[in-house]
């Protein structure tokens, strides 16, 4: 709700924390290590997924299909006889990847928008808010359906789907934030030494919001790992036989009474790596923006 | 406050007709000849081909069939399936009762567990209780609906045989379903309680209930309560369609017979007409309830009222 009020209050300037009260504070923080370290986790598994997965991910193994999680296969197989323990693993690769490059188009598109539209206000403020409420009008998961519609299903299609629909709250955020830094004196000062607006938008106020498009970013990334999945799991994203979380889930689907452990196991690992998002974002939220606290 | 929910409306209906020509416009950009979903054209000699261009007004400029079109929509003329030939309002109005039972009975649900909830951690904020709400409460937002949405079918419906695994039987078919909506959206608003009661305790005026005499129940109830529920309301009606967006996937996971699964059918088929529909409704009812939301807002609290008037001045 931050976003919708008036800002009333400036920023106050940046008081540079001595290095034992950030420990102190870290410290202090322990969901921000939880979720530090959870996204390890997921980060080191994504990694060094080739040596660390037991079998390749589309190994097929007829003889032993629908085997219950027990020694040599930890996590049992699916109707294919293909190691769902590795199958996870390597999910880690396409929902991290997946993650970044939606949270890197929507932070461009966003903070692009909302800096032009704060800071020009005006007809340019108009037109990119009737955009933004447009956006945020329809719920996204149906706008990115009617997009990969249009498309086509693909993953491609889904990430290019998920960002053309996610950026309008950090345009509304990085908005709001423009519009209340762009009479704060260092800025008046700058327009004042002749800097173009171009200069002072990117190089002035831009700077200023970092902690709050850091917040948002990782708070968004789960988010976007959940509707690519969603997507992946509704057939419209990735196709089998990719190792998504969302494709082994809904193929899990038709086993559910027989073979609970290949759908389980994928929402596990959805949940890990959101959660630990999600604890990592809000963690970076309360040390570097305490008034987004709610 | 009239001329406020004029504009707010006339607002809501310059983003339905821009929904309109974006999905317009996809339907333009996709590759293929329309033709082709009426008649192949590889069996059917090109003049017969012709003659359906004309019949079907293919071969008129984009921006008249655009006109076209929408003038059939504003007449409840949302064209046929491809599929199987149905009026697609018809098929529309089958499932809408559906997807909104399931909707609703989710939000309400929602309300009466995550406004308590939220209530009870403000009021012992900071507590081994309010850490362990909200902690509970944020970890199921980061819970993949069709994933719980499985779990929930395979041990109440599989391993347990108490309630219906898919489709539509009667009234303990929803049980499941709207349990898979509910639990992971009540982190949001659970929050928005707590932070709005917090924010409501500091107001002078409940400083003057308690010194009134006014018991501590009576002031959390009749003075903050009251006053911290009406963003709380307000995204009632804001979260309105975002129940329906999550219902399309809580539909495919049950095979419930509502809106959503409808969508992804048509998807999956290109039936071109029906997505449309199904878009054009649900952005209407967004545009609705979001309106409805704004106007109540000002209703419900004077001082928005003061501030909306302010900004129309």
């Given at each position: 709700m931050s976003g919708g009020q008036p800002a009333t209050t400036t920023t106050a300037p940046r008081v540079a924390a001595k290095p034992r009260s950030v420990m102190r504070l870290v410290l202090r923080h322990g969901q921000l290590i939880a979720g530090l370290l959870m996204f390890l986790v997921v980060l080191g598994v994504a990694a060094t997924v080739d040596s660390l997965a037991p079998r390749p991910f589309d190994e097929m193994d007829i003889p032993n299909r629908l085997m219950e999680p027990g020694p040599g296969r930890l996590l049992g197989t699916d109707h294919y006889g293909r190691d769902v323990l590795s199958r996870v693993l390597y999910g880690s690769r396409i929902a991290l990847r997946v993650g970044l490059i939606v949270v890197t188009i929507e932070t461009l598109l966003g903070v692009t928008l909302g800096l032009l539209a704060g800071y020009y206000g005006g007809w340019v403020d108009k037109v990119i808010s009737f955009?933004?409420?447009?956006?945020?009008?329809?719920?996204?998961?149906?706008?990115?359906?009617?997009?990969?519609?249009?498309?086509?299903?693909?993953?491609?299609?889904?990430?290019?789907?998920?960002a053309l629909v996610s950026w309008a709250g950090y345009a509304r955020l990085i908005r709001s934030k423009t519009q209340s830094l762009k009479n704060v004196p260092f800025v008046e000062a700058a327009r004042a030494l002749g800097e173009s607006d171009l200069s002072i938008m990117f190089r002035y106020i831009l700077p200023n919001t970092f902690s709050l498009i850091i917040v948002l970013a990782t708070l968004s990334l789960p988010a976007a790992i959940l509707s690519t999945t969603a997507l992946s799991f509704l057939g419209l994203g990735s196709q089998p036989p990719a190792p998504d979380w969302g494709v082994i889930l809904s193929e899990g689907l038709t086993f559910v009474g027989s073979a609970p452990w290949i759908s389980v196991f994928p929402g596990l690992a959805i949940v890990w790596t959101a959660l630990g998002f999600n604890l990592m974002g809000e963690g970076l939220r309360d040390i570097l923006d305490p008034r987004m606290k709610a | 406050m009239f001329a406020y929910a004029v504009r707010r409306l006339g607002l809501g209906l310059l983003v339905v007709l821009a929904?309109?020509?974006?999905?317009?416009?996809?339907?333009?950009?996709?590759?293929?000849?329309?033709?082709?979903?009426?008649?192949?054209?590889?069996?059917?000699?090109?003049?017969?081909?012709?003659?359906?261009?004309?019949?079907?007004?293919?071969?008129?400029p984009p921006h008249v069939q655009y006109l076209y079109w929408l003038g059939n929509l504003l007449r409840g003329d949302f064209g046929h399936s491809i599929v199987s030939g149905q009026r697609v309002s018809v098929l529309i109005m089958a499932r809408l009762p559906y997807t909104l039972m399931l909707a609703l009975t989710s939000l309400f649900l929602h309300y009466l567990i995550a406004v308590p909830l939220g209530l009870l951690a403000a009021v012992r904020a900071n507590s081994r209780l309010d850490r362990c709400i909200v902690l509970v409460t944020t970890a199921l937002r980061t819970v993949p609906a069709f994933w719980l949405g499985i779990i929930l079918m395979m041990t109440f419906g599989v391993r347990l045989g108490w309630l219906p695994i898919s489709g539509f039987f009667?009234?303990?078919?929803?049980?499941?379903?709207?349990?898979?909506?509910?639990?992971?959206?009540?982190?949001?608003?659970?929050?928005?309680?707590?932070?709005?009661?917090?924010?409501?305790?500091?107001?002078?005026y409940v400083l003057t209930a308690y010194a009134k005499g006014l018991r501590e129940r009576a002031v959390t109830l009749r003075h903050v309560l009251r006053n911290a529920l009406i963003p709380v309301t307000v995204m009632f009606f804001l979260s309105l369609p975002w129940v329906v967006g999550g219902s399309v996937i809580i539909e495919n996971v049950f095979a419930w017979p509502g809106m959503g699964r409808l969508l992804w059918n048509s998807i999956t088929n290109q039936d071109l007409?029906?997505?449309?529909?199904?878009?054009?409704?649900?952005?209407?009812?967004?545009?609705?309830?979001?309106?409805?939301?704004?106007?109540?807002?000002?209703?419900?609290?004077?001082?928005?009222?003061?501030?909306?008037?302010?900004?129309?001045?």
């Open positions: 955009v933004t409420d447009m956006t945020w009008a329809l719920p996204p998961i149906v706008l990115a359906l009617a997009i990969v519609t249009a498309l086509g299903p693909s993953l491609d299609n889904v990430i290019i789907a998920i | 929904v309109t020509i974006v999905l317009f416009g996809v339907m333009q950009l996709m590759p293929g000849d329309p033709i082709r979903l009426i008649a192949d054209p590889s069996r059917i000699p090109a003049h017969k081909i012709e003659q359906l261009r004309e019949q079907w007004g293919l071969n008129r009667g009234l303990s078919s929803i049980v499941l379903p709207v349990a898979t909506l509910t639990l992971p959206s009540l982190g949001g608003t659970v929050r928005l309680t707590r932070s709005e009661v917090l924010e409501t305790i500091r107001e002078p007409p029906v997505v449309q529909g199904i878009i054009v409704i649900i952005a209407v009812l967004t545009v609705i309830s979001n309106t409805l939301g704004d106007i109540l807002s000002g209703l419900l609290d004077p001082r928005i009222r003061i501030e909306l008037e302010e900004v129309r001045a």
